[in-house]
């Protein structure tokens, strides 16, 4: 057996010896230059005042996942909680097993809630046409948040307009709260702090989810999660309003237009009209052209654990209570597991990289993995799929300057336009 060593680096002084800031100032360079500092892709800080381990290795972000899952809390509670209430992704144990199997069953055939996909996907993908300088990532956005308030809510978007921007507002304001120090206070010359009114976006959000579905006039008459959830004998009358609260959130259109705005810019252009007219013939290919958008630009920089008892991971100890933040895009960029990392290479996933598909960690991974991956994955090839039957199309201006930010959802710095012309006129 090998000798345990202890993760390089120190936690330093509670206060002074805090390297927040920094991480968010840019985080590709902080993990990046303390990889190399430590000639090591495992190293201990101080992190959001907490002694924190950050891991950059795929096999031990594997391990993490898989293997020592049980070792380790999910880590969000102490931030999120009071922005999304109690769901499944502040639970451990039992309890967090029994949740994952309530939900798991609402997410398994996507083809059920397909007449929804189509109600709100066909028209934005017909609004495209013709368009010269569409801001994808904004318009994906805003069409992933009706998709959203249809198939988690029931809501009927196409004579709800009002209602759907009431929603879309409130999630802006209570998405921003995730961004921001979690002090709940009112500065008596500014207003109330960001995180308190994000606090107040979600009590109305909360008030606007009961409106919506006590108010059968507003329903769609597709099949729908909510009419689904009804059907579950849930452990208390919380659970599912809470759980909706998530689902309806600007996280999940963030994250699909994330991942989506990606997807228009990899396979823009003329270069890659033979990419896009293969992904048309081979939906094999075009699985492989998503994950490796998800390899490249993840939605999310990683995800954080706590651990729940003296454990280890490799050949490191790691300490109870200390967090764990695994770096799922230094990871997925690792020359030593994906060659030409910084390239979009789809045919990676049949030559080089064949069996490593799971250290891809865009949705988490092994049994507390994220509960709709399949689903979510099915959701990205339909909407890529009508795009890509439907138009070429190329960035507007074709120089325009992709610099990627990367929190608290990864996108280009700037706001990219792109021109979409109908198959039907090119040809």
Known sequence: MPLLENVPGRCGYPVIGETSVEFYRDP?????????????????????NNPTIFISSPWLIKELLNEKFHDFGFGYKAFLQKIYGDNIL?????HAETLRSLFEPLFQDSTKYQQCFDSVIDPFVSSLKGRHD?????????????????????????????????????????WHGIISVPISIRVPMGGPSTFAQALQAKEKLLVAIRKVIAQSHYQS????????????????DKTAEQHLLMFVSALIPKAFASILNSFVLAMSGSKKKVWRQRAIADENFLADALLEVERLWPPFFGGRRLALKQTTVGRYK?????????????????????????????????TWNADHRDLVFC????????????????????????LLRTYDWEMNPTDQEINYKYLPVARPENATTVKFQSICDVH
């Open 28 to 48: 590709v360079k902080y993990v990046n230059s303390r990889n190399c500092h430590h000639t090591s892709e495992i190293f201990l800080v101080r992190f959001l």
């Open 90 to 94: 502040f639970h451990d144990g039992a």
């Open 134 to 174: 569409v801001p994808i990532y904004e318009e994906i956005k805003h069409m992933m948040t009706k998709l959203c308030l249809q198939l988690f809510l029931g809501l009927d978007v196409s004579t709800s307009e009002e209602v759907v921007e009431n929603i879309q507002d409130l999630a802006t304001k209570h």
């Open 221 to 236: 008459g597709c099949r729908n999660v909510l009419q689904s959830m009804q059907s579950i004998e849930f452990p208390d």
């Open 318 to 350: 790691i300490p109870k209570d200390y967090a764990v933040v695994y770096a799922s895009h230094v990871a997925h960029r690792d020359e030593q597991v994906f060659p030409r990392p910084d390239e979009f290479l789809p045919e990676r996933w049949t």
């Open 363 to 386: 949705f988490g991974g092994g049994p507390r993995c994220c509960i709709g991956r399949t689903f979510i994955g099915n959701i990205l090839r339909d909407v890529a799929a009508r």
